[in-house]
């Protein structure tokens, strides 16, 4: 409501003392925990900038109206590999694991890891189904990627345009003390064995 610049260096310690600093306070002990579970990883956070980029942009709000941490690991960009992360906006906060830029080469080399064993695609399934915290991006492709005998519950799957799964945006009296590490930490203990599938396509 209030995106520009007069506004904002007005209100540069409000944003540094009740979301800047939260932030970095909330990624470093999330990030100490996740390197105690065992993902097979070490993370290290990486959280968003307050400026938007809007060099190509029609939208010429200087600034972003939500903040995102992503734990990123090994080499390169978090932007090029399956990650998990915490975002908080106006509508609430969420967290997850997504792909940010799934490319149709990593796609292909997925579907390829989905066909070799159906078993591994069905423990997914079921881990999936029994809860209801945790959902998978909604964007399927029209065209059938799906191989001949793969089973019913199994094909969407095969035609997933972008591998995340996220909670819905929500606010609660969590989100405003230290449970909300507890609850994010517990959410992503529930998607370890997705990471482990994915990290390695």
Do not use: H
Request: proline share 4%; with cysteine.
């Amino acid at each position: 409501m209030n995106n520009n610049t007069e506004w904002f260096n007005e209100n540069r310690e409000r944003y540094d003392l009740l979301v800047k600093k939260p932030m970095k306070l909330f990624a470093d002990e999330m990030c100490e925990r996740l390197n105690k579970a065992k993902m097979g990883e070490t993370f290290r956070p990486s959280i968003s900038r307050t400026n938007r980029d809007v060099r190509f942009s029609k939208d010429k709000s200087p600034y972003k109206d939500r903040k995102w941490v992503v734990f990123n690991y090994g080499e390169g960009r978090w932007q090029e590999k399956s990650c998990l992360y915490f975002e908080i906006s106006p509508e609430g906060w969420t967290s997850g694991m997504g792909f940010y830029e799934a490319g149709s080469e990593y796609m292909a080399r997925y579907r390829k890891k989905l066909a070799a064993d159906y078993a591994a695609v069905e423990r997914l399934d079921k881990k999936l189904a029994a809860q209801d915290f945790f959902k998978p991006d909604g964007n399927f492709y029209k065209k059938n990627f799906t191989p001949e005998g793969t089973p019913e519950n199994l094909r969407k799957w095969f035609q997933m345009k972008n591998i995340a799964f996220a909670s819905d945006y929500r606010i609660e009296e969590e989100l405003f003390d230290r449970s909300i590490l507890d609850t994010v930490e517990k959410g992503f203990e529930f998607l370890k064995p997705f990471f482990k599938y994915f990290k390695n396509i």
